[in-house]
């Protein structure tokens, strides 16, 4: 079973990564730029490029904005909670982990993928159901990071946090009634930060399993933010003090 990968930058990606791809399609037209350096990359690989039709792409997509270039790849290959953990152990670093507790629209997953990159996160957990997977639009959204950022499919969420538990991690969910997020809360051990779904935010019993509730402060009158943004500023957070060593 393939999958795609669909945008210039995604694409440039994948192939920078070194990951399997089938075939490169290209719709018949396409302005230059970037795709002179994508068929470049991919036949020295010896990936077959092939000229298709911009209405193809337009149905193999799914509505992402392809801008002309997609690859075809084997699904993508989720890792385990396990795999994770040995990201962190080879880098010698403490663990640092998102888990994404029904993240339902591929934009937000590929936001907050793109972000937990950028921020050193080691790994992302995720629900098998009622949530996003990795997807073309979750490939795009992530600006190519999807290959870089290890991702765990998991059955129970509960079960995953206990997992971590026991190696060692504090978790911390993003919660209304936590305590204020700034102010040395101690995110620069070992940690698993729990984000929630849109709208429903974290579930009962994974809160409950959670060692803390942290949140961000609201000044207006819009009580909540996006899951991708609230992961952002959660994520710096914990870059900030593991970077000056708060909260030590």
């Known amino acids: 079973m393939s999958d795609c990968i669909a945008g210039r930058n995604p694409v440039l990606e994948a192939l920078k990564s070194g990951a399997q791809i089938h075939r490169i399609l290209v719709a018949g037209g396409a302005a230059k730029g970037s795709v002179n350096e994508i068929t470049a990359r991919a036949r020295e690989r010896g990936i077959a490029v092939q000229t298709v039709e911009k209405k193809y792409l337009d149905n193999l997509a799914g509505g992402v904005n392809h801008q002309g270039v997609a690859a075809l790849v084997p699904a993508r290959e989720y890792v385990e909670v396990d795999d994770i953990l040995e990201v962190s152990r ?117 809160r409950e399993k959670c060692d803390f509730l942290v949140c961000i402060p609201m000044k207006g009158r819009v009580t909540s933010l996006n899951a991708s943004v609230a992961a952002a500023i959660l994520c710096y957070e914990v870059l900030r003090e593991r970077e000056t060593g708060a909260g030590r």
């Open 90 to 206: 080879q880098k010698g670093e403490a663990p640092f982990i998102l888990v994404l507790d029904g993240i339902e629209d591929p934009h937000n997953l590929g936001a907050i993928i793109r972000t937990a990159d950028a921020a050193g996160v080691h790994g992302i957990i995720i629900p098998k159901r009622r949530a996003a997977g990795l997807t073309a639009a979750v490939a795009k959204a992530s600006a190519g990071a999807v290959e870089y950022m290890p991702v765990a499919r998991v059955t129970n969420l509960v079960q995953a946090v206990e997992k971590l538990k026991e190696h060692g991690c504090w978790v911390a969910a993003a919660d209304m009634k936590g305590e204020v997020l700034w102010g040395n809360k101690g995110l620069s051990g070992p940690l698993a930060c729990v984000i929630g779904g849109e709208g429903r935010g974290v579930s009962r019993l994974l």
